[in-house]
């Protein structure tokens, strides 16, 4: 297509960001690749990258990022705001500080403007990633209630407020920045989406070139690590993009990094963006969702909670709070299912493993006692019809807390098709457990109790790792 204006505007700064690069020892392979930033497809600021003239192969470098060059708080062009936030973000005892910091730095050269050393670098970061979490409305968010993305992770949006008040914004106006909570918030949401381990001495911050690769989860080309200083000293002072992908890549193919082995609801969180069928997409079962799924069952909450005693004293749980990842092959955590048994089974039955107060001797206890119940399946004895109805309850009021997302609504809105993508990914792991318990659900006759196995066909065993 024919190129807007505002395309062309970018081309041009991204011309003189790569002759910046050249300057500064940054190595790019002008062969090797091109920058979808820079043709009319990716309009201004898309990032990715593609295979250039020729095909390439496993362990070609692309590119070499001095790690000067990269933007940290400790190579931001004002020392003392550095030193300054780095010393309240210690102090504070920010759990993820690097992301304070490398977005403080950020803000610093905005600020700075031309008299950046990155000045060429910033101006083609985009203002802001769009699609991080924190940047949608209420209503947006909405869609996302009973999601990963609300259940197991953290508020960046709340989080920012946090450190723009607690930190950043206190520094800034002693050392005249010029900023606010808008732009330190939009700053933030660049970092987040773009950041690299730099290095051992400089944490973690943004790498020029290495940023303009898009990420994939499972199956990526290339890895961003340190130079390999194989050829000369000087090589471990710098970051290398090389081919990982063991057939190589053939020309005009896209590029893919990895930012890690990232389910969809981190992707969203933190990149802006999901995939489909994503292969380290997870739910998460928490011991909320167990307690409420057993009173629902009909167990007593006096049962329960002197359950949960014994199993929070014996460390069957790491902390009260506890969640368990159930991932794409629906196969359901062992400490779940002991969780369940121990919480769910009569009493003449988990007075056998009672005595136990380490978590080894728990285990190992409910194990022998379960494969000695009557009925007890060979493979799976943990079970039982009523381990089966708390799991299977727990899931389906899951399932039905789900926002719909129309599709005339996913057509108009990015973040809502995003929403959707993450909703359908968790959705199809519920259910796929659901199908497995079903099968263990068939009461084997009327007259045996209710703890009695119920008898099913081995395929059902697929469920336990």
């Keep these: 297509g024919a190129m807007t204006s505002a395309q062309s505007t970018h081309n041009a700064l991204f011309d003189e960001f790569l002759a910046w690069c050249a300057m500064h020892d940054i190595v790019v392979d002008d062969e090797a690749v091109t920058f979808a930033a820079r043709s009319s497809e990716g309009g201004g600021g ?7 003239t020729r095909d ?74 769009p699609n991080v979490v924190s940047m949608w409305s209420d209503e947006e968010r909405g869609y996302l209630v009973n999601t990963e993305v609300e259940v197991g992770l953290r508020d960046e949006l709340r989080e920012a407020r946090r450190e723009w008040d607690c930190i ?77 992908r063991e057939g190589g890549v053939k020309s005009g193919k896209e590029i893919f990094n990895t930012y890690g082995f990232l389910g969809n ?21 928490s011991t909320t969702n167990i307690r409420v799924a057993a009173a629902m069952v009909g167990i007593s909450g006096s049962q329960i909670a002197k359950r949960f005693e014994w199993i929070e004293s014996t460390s069957l749980i790491s902390s009260a709070d506890a969640s368990f990842d159930i991932n794409r092959a629906c196969t359901l955590p062992d400490d779940l299912m002991y969780v369940v048994w121990a919480c769910v089974e009569d009493d003449d039955i988990f007075r056998k493993v009672r005595h136990t107060t380490r978590r080894d001797d728990a285990i190992n206890a409910i194990l022998t006692v379960a494969k000695a119940m009557e009925s007890a399946h060979e493979q799976q004895p943990m079970m039982t019809c009523s381990v089966v109805k708390v799991i299977s309850s727990a899931i389906e009021r899951r399932l039905s807390m789900y ?16 929403a959707a993508i993450l909703i359908e990914s968790e959705r199809q792991i519920l259910k796929g457990v ?32």
């Design 265 to 285: 609801a981190r992707l969203l969180n933190s990149y802006g963006f999901t995939q489909r069928d994503n292969p380290a997409d997870v739910v998460s079962l």
């Design 46 to 52: 898309g990032r990715g990258v593609l295979c250039g």
């Design 56 to 129: 390439l192969a496993a362990g070609e470098r692309l590119a070499r990022i001095p790690v000067s060059m990269c933007l940290t708080l400790s190579t931001c062009g004002m020392p003392d705001v550095a030193e300054a936030i780095h010393a309240k973000v210690v102090e504070q005892k920010l759990l993820a500080g690097w992301l304070c910091e490398a977005a403080s730095a950020l803000c610093v050269e905005r600020h700075l403007g031309r008299a950046s050393k990155y000045f060429a670098y910033i101006r083609v970061l985009p203002d802001c990633e």
């Design 403 to 418: 926002a719909t997302v129309g599709d005339e609504e996913r057509g108009k809105n990015e973040r809502l098709e995003c």
């Design 434 to 465: 659901l199908e497995k318990l079903e099968k263990f659900s068939v009461p084997v006759s009327a007259d045996e109790g209710s703890n009695k196995r119920a008898k099913s066909g081995d395929d059902a065993f697929a469920l336990f790792d």
């Design 168 to 244: 950043v914004e206190e520094v800034f106006k002693a050392h005249d920045v010029k900023c606010s909570f808008d732009l330190f918030h939009r700053a933030r949401t660049v970092v987040s989406s773009r950041a690299f381990q730099i290095s051992p001495t400089c944490g973690i911050g943004l790498a020029p070139i290495a940023d303009c690769f898009n990420h994939r989860t499972g199956g990526h080309d290339v890895n961003v690590g340190d130079g390999g200083g194989s050829v000369s000293t000087s090589e471990n002072d710098a970051l290398a993009v090389r081919i990982v």
